[in-house]
């Protein structure tokens, strides 16, 4: 048996339209899972879906916006009716605000947590019971370097990744006994979307590379391996857990 195979299983990645979740909905697939694809912009989804489809793997999508988290009890039912049950689900949507301490507003506060913080855990509660009932579930969510780093024009965005690692460690503690285990991976710098203002600064870019130990930042296909880990039978031992996938930078 190949451990790390996902045939059969069906998973969820949210913020599918762009960067870290695109790339995770299309290791999953390659690993041979089906895939519902989330975010709010529907052509880059459907282009992603058609690219998965056409490459002989199987995918869906939803439009759905995760941090109205009154309508996730919605949005949850909306992917049950495409693919049951749901056997993992990859939160990757989130956002980076990059404002300045003196410019953060309890609106753009409360937005940034809501989609990294809270709706991770609200949306990942709707599928605990159908992973519960299939004896296998796997929530991955997304750290970061601010987890555990303080970085200028940070403040909201590392406070939502300092709680996504705790929330991970709760959610495990909560869910594990019944198979469900959760972790989080904690990327490094990658060029995506929401590194853009890093990746565009040559200068910013030589240093975020310089602080690793490998000496580069990432490419997407170094979260592969950990991804499709945590997301197969390999990690069923393994649970509340953060893996830094980040060429050393934290541990200097
Ligand atoms: N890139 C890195 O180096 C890095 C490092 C550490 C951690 N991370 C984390 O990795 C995750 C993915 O980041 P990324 O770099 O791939 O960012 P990205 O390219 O900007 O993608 C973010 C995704 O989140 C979706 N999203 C944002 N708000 C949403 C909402 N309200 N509802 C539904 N979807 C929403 C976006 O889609 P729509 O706009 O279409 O909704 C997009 O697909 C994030 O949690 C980020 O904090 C990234």
Known sequence: MNQFSLEGKSFIV???????GKAASRFLAEAGA???????????????????????????????????LEDLSDIASSCKKIY?????????AGVNLRQSVDDITIESWQSTLNINLAAPFFFSR?????????????????????SVRAFPNGLAYGASKGGICQLTRAMAEAWSHSSVTCNAIAPGFFPTELTEPVFSDSAVRQWAADQTLIGRNGEMEDLSGALIFLASEASKYITGQVLFVDGGFTAR
């Open 34 to 68: 089906r895939v519902i694809c989330v975010a709010r912009r529907r052509e880059p989804l459907d282009d992603l879906v058609a690219t998965i489809n056409n490459e002989g793997g199987k995918a869906s999508r939803l439009v759905a916006d995760l941090s109205v």
């Open 84 to 92: 049951s049950p749901i056997h993992g689900l990859v939160n990757a």
């Open 126 to 146: 709707e599928f605990v019971s159908q992973m519960k009932a299939a004896g296998y579930g796997r929530i991955i969510n997304f750290a970061s370097l601010q």
């Open 14 to 20: 949210t913020g599918a339209s762009s960067g870290i």
